[in-house]
């Protein structure tokens, strides 16, 4: 059992706090800290709002080009830096006000380190936003930065408090005689430690296909489907490296994995097989980030490819999230596997007054003359039948890119018909006739 005396070391803080607060040198200072805060950030939020409302339309209605673009960042940079320089400025006035009157300023001088590091942390961030725009920094400020940010100020404050080395290693349980206790230090770096791992392998795998995308000429799903297994492999490091940390030995990591896997014998086959099937297609690269595919009768670009499941982005805009499973259950298929270049068929029934040699022609032209058609391999008009009154054909048209194909179909269907009634064709009218057996008596 853990000694639970050594918890006192958590106690001693909370204690310390206490007796602080009851000091009225202590007391005086929290309350200018806080004036000083509140002071600045209702002054730094006018600031932000009169130059987003007044100040950018401005430049952008008088300027442009360059002069405009480096105006505006720049303004939107102090927007975002404005709150820590205007505490800043406060902090400093007020410390050496402090300082003359004799009274004590030790919050005061670490609230201005703090500043210092918020203002080159925002400082660093908005330039970031400006550089490579907020789509692009979002998931690093929110996931990585930020929460860095915010470990470094807790650190900061926590070091004038306790003794961080009696902190870490603070004994929490004992799973057993055999293993090593388990302290506070190992379970927040097996916790705290294990989120920043997975956020930094997702961070340079996005880092590194925006490179391969912009600065070389690999298909960007190529490069998605060599990341892929590299990401489960080094997430499942830190993971291994996280259990490791806690001290656990072999027996008590059996019993875990023992548990799970009856869990995953009975309430988890469907997330197996499909994480199974989600490795069978990251290594056979049947299936690859950016193939055109088609699947339930709807069109789609696989957008991202995971262990669970697939997501594809139809010509709606809508993202379907397909378990990995079902490309191994049913039939998929696909436009770019090999070549993006694919032929489709445009059918079309027109009467047989119609159905001539310069009808064909007509629809030649037209196929020649749409700019997402594909010149070589040449069009060609195929009749492909004979109704009633009718001949049925099928002009068939090679295309670049699958995810124009409805497009296209409908451009050709409107310039058809827009020049039927100019060349005097028409489509097939079948007619039917109704012969009357018997009249009923009445």
């Known amino acids: 059992m853990p ?47 009169g130059i987003k409302r007044f100040v950018v339309p401005r430049i952008e209605r008088s300027l442009a080009g360059r002069l405009q673009a480096f105006l505006k960042h720049g303004l939107l940079i102090i ?48 330039l970031f936003y400006q550089i490579f ?65 997975i956020n930094l392998v997702l961070g340079v795998e996005n880092f590194i296909q925006h490179l391969g995308k912009r600065y070389t000429a690999i298909p960007p799903g190529t490069i998605e489907a060599v990341l892929t297994p590299i990401r489960y492999i080094l997430i499942l490091t830190g993971v291994v490296m996280a259990f490791t940390n806690l001290g656990l030995n072999e027996n008590t990591i059996a019993a875990i994995t023992g548990g799970l896997s009856v869990g995953i014998g009975f309430g988890l086959q469907e997330v197996l097989t499909n ?72 059918p079309m029934e027109v009467s047989e007054d119609t159905a001539k040699p310069e009808f064909m022609d007509y629809l030649l032209d037209l196929a020649n003359k749409h700019p997402l058609i594909e010149s070589e391999p040449e069009p060609s008009v195929l009749a492909t039948g004979f109704g009633d009154s009718s001949v049925t054909y099928n002009i068939a048209v090679w295309v670049h890119d699958p995810l124009n194909i409805e497009q296209i179909m409908s451009d050709m269907n409107k310039v058809i018909w827009a020049g039927y009634d100019e060349h005097g064709f028409a489509n097939s009218t079948p007619e039917r006739n109704l012969n009357v057996l018997s009249v009923p008596t009445t």
């Open 133 to 197: 725009g907020k789509k692009a920094i979002r998931g690093y400020h929110y996931r990585i930065l930020g929460p860095l940010f915010a470990l470094y100020v807790f650190a900061y404050i926590l070091l004038d408090l306790v003794d961080i080395y009696q902190v870490y290693n603070l004994e929490l349980l004992k799973f057993s005689e055999s293993d090593t206790p388990l302290t506070l230090g190992a379970l927040f770096l097996s916790t705290i430690g294990l989120y920043f791992w």
């Open 79 to 126: 927007t975002d830096i404005a709150f820590p320089m205007m505490s800043l400025y406060a902090t400093d006035y007020v410390r050496n006000q402090f300082i003359a009157e004799g009274e004590l300023y030790g919050l005061l001088n670490n609230l201005y380190f703090l500043l210092w590091i918020l203002f080159i942390y925002r400082l660093c961030i908005s």
């Open 3 to 49: 000694d639970y005396s050594n918890f006192n070391v958590l106690l001693d803080p909370f204690l310390k706090i206490m007796l602080y607060l009851g000091r009225a040198a202590v007391q005086r200072q929290l309350i200018t800290i806080a004036v000083i805060l509140v002071a600045a950030g209702f002054i730094s939020q006018a600031i932000g709002v």
């Open 275 to 346: 994480f199974i099937s989600g490795i069978l297609l990251l290594f056979e690269q049947s299936l690859r980030p950016g193939d055109v595919i088609s699947i339930d009768g709807e069109i789609g670009e696989v957008k991202k490819m995971s262990i669970r499941s697939t997501t594809i982005q139809t010509l709606n805009n809508v993202e379907l999230i397909v378990p990995n499973q079902t490309f191994f259950t049913s039939t998929v298929t696909t436009y770019t596997q090999s070549s993006k270049v694919v032929r489709i068929l445009i």
